[in-house]
């Protein structure tokens, strides 16, 4: 039976970081277990094919073990995993970095950042150091003075929704939640743990906010303070110059009741955007003021790629806290993500722990302190230029991928400025899972990611037309209707096809 050992696995002088990143995940997997052969039957699960779960057991050392050693099961799983990384479509990760290698090393230490970033701690093994730097990035980004703002690393964006409104509800304990229909599952699973109140607001075919539907919310619960979520959509940035007058306007007119709000930057599947302006315009005419409202801003996917478009994320606006994924845009081997709130606003949730010999203020108590190096170290690589390139290519993908779908007569949708391609569900469930596609309904979606590329993009467009063939053909099947979904428009069924087509 093999044996995994860090030092022999991790061994320097023979790999150097360095090396290591500039190596194909391939080259990196034969140096770090040599000892098994590199034959191709050793592949269970070809790249082709979904992963199927493997059945594993935990072995006993010295036992008689007949089946295949430690290394090679992990070598058989490195493989599979190497040759998935072509099919990832579906869901909102960039697996597109080198930083694994040069980082690796730092797998010797246990780094927890148990407690408050900001305060010194009694054990040595965190990054804490490198979590303020990374929270510094943000603050500037989001225009928040160092000493006006309080955040953390957390474990990903579901975390920072958690924080996010557990800070409102704090700061307004009779808040009742508002949020899309087209939020995150994470914000009612919030109100559920906290109890709270919570009312869903109709979308619009697009993913946006109904905000009618949110007046009229507000206006039935007038007596209650209002926690709203708001997903803010990329394509609306364009309108913020135009609102911003009357937005500052706003401000300074805001009148007493009090409310929350919740927004979503983003939304999960179409990437639409709630328009904060429009938002606040609506609590002004409901007649809600400032002290009476808390805005937690979802930001999970496209917090990192609206800065370099339009930066329409400001604290210098009402809102109460800001939340990404760090593995989302970014990129990073573990989940992650980051959460800034108003320092004003953080002691309603401290509480001094003597055992820990800090202030408790995080939703989790342990917490990774790898995740901080990873954002640090992929920050200060790829520089604001860097993000702003994989923004653009990313969006000219996105288009790519929309206009040649349109061009197979296949349902499609894509907002303005967003890298989410929403497309009639394919029928074949095996394609589904081969392309590791996220469905809803009778839809599914591609999110055109920094790590996907034009040949995958292809792959997936020709594999596509391939399988509709083969179901459709007979007449005896027909391609989904969608228009309900994503818009008339958009939609390449039997009935709306002439629209689609004249379109
Ligand atoms: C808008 C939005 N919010 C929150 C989340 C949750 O983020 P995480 O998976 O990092 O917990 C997601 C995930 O896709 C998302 O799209």
């Given at each position: ?230 997903t803010i ?30 927004l979503t930057i983003g ?6 955007i ?23 801003c979802d930001a999970?996917?496209c917090g ?200």
């Open positions: 039976m093999g044996c995994l050992s860090l030092e022999m696995d991790f061994e320097l002088s023979a790999m150097t970081p360095r090396s290591l990143a500039m190596t194909p995940r391939s080259l990196a997997r034969q140096r770090l277990f040599p000892n098994v052969e590199n034959k191709k039957q050793k592949v269970e699960q070809s790249g082709a094919g979904p992963r199927k779960n493997l059945q594993l057991e935990v072995m006993e050392p010295g036992l008689k073990n007949d089946g295949p050693s430690l290394d090679t099961i992990l070598v058989n799983y490195l493989d599979t995993l190497t040759q998935r990384v072509n099919f990832h479509l579906g869901y909102p990760v960039n697996i597109c970095y080198d930083h694994y290698a040069t980082l690796a090393p730092l797998l010797q230490f246990h780094l927890n950042n148990c407690g408050d970033p900001f305060l010194q701690n009694t054990v040595d093994f965190h990054s804490k150091d490198f979590e303020v730097a990374v929270l510094d990035w943000f603050a500037q980004l989001w225009e928040i003075e160092k000493d006006q703002y309080w955040g953390y690393v957390t474990n990903g964006g579901t975390e920072g929704n958690l924080h996010g409104i557990l800070l409102g509800r704090e700061l307004l304990p009779e808040g009742i939640l508002y949020a899309s229909k087209d939020s995150h599952y994470s914000v009612f699973k919030a109100a559920r743990m906290y109890r709270m109140d919570s009312e869903t607001i109709n979308t619009s075919v697009n993913g946006e906010m109904d905000y009618s539907d949110l007046r009229a919310k507000l206006l039935q619960n007038k007596n209650r303070p209002a926690i709203i979520n708001v959509g990329i394509y609306l940035l364009q309108l913020l110059s135009f609102f911003f007058f009357s937005f500052m306007d706003l401000i300074s007119h805001l009148t007493t009741s009090p409310l929350m709000f919740f939304t999960t599947f179409k990437g639409a709630d328009d904060v302006d429009v938002i606040l315009e609506t609590l002004k005419d409901c007649g809600y003021s400032q002290d009476r409202f808390y805005i937690h999970a996917l990192l790629m609206t800065p370099f478009i339009n930066n329409m994320i400001s604290f210098k606006k009402p809102i109460g806290s800001v939340t990404i994924s760090g593995h989302k845009f970014l990129g990073c081997p573990m989940p992650c993500g980051v959460q800034i709130t108003r320092k004003s606003y953080i002691n309603n949730l401290s509480t001094n722990v003597e055992y820990i010999a800090s202030v408790d203020a995080t939703i989790s108590g342990s917490r990774n302190g790898l995740t901080p190096i990873f954002l640090w170290y992929s920050l200060s690589a790829k520089g604001q230029i860097g993000m702003q390139k994989d923004v653009k290519r990313c969006l000219d993908n996105a288009k790519y991928l929309k206009d040649r779908l349109q061009k197979e007569g296949i349902s499609v949708m894509l907002n303005e400025l967003s890298i989410i391609v929403v497309l009639e569900r394919p029928r074949d469930h095996e394609f589904v899972r081969r392309w590791q596609l996220s469905c809803v309904k009778d839809m599914a979606h591609v999110i055109v990611m920094p790590g996907i590329t034009r040949e995958m993009l292809d792959n997936f467009i020709s594999e596509l037309v391939q399988q509709r063939k083969q179901c459709y053909q007979d007449g005896k099947a027909e391609a989904p209707c969608v228009a309900d979904d994503i818009g008339a428009q958009n939609c390449a069924c039997s009935y709306h096809k002439i629209d689609y087509i004249s379109s």
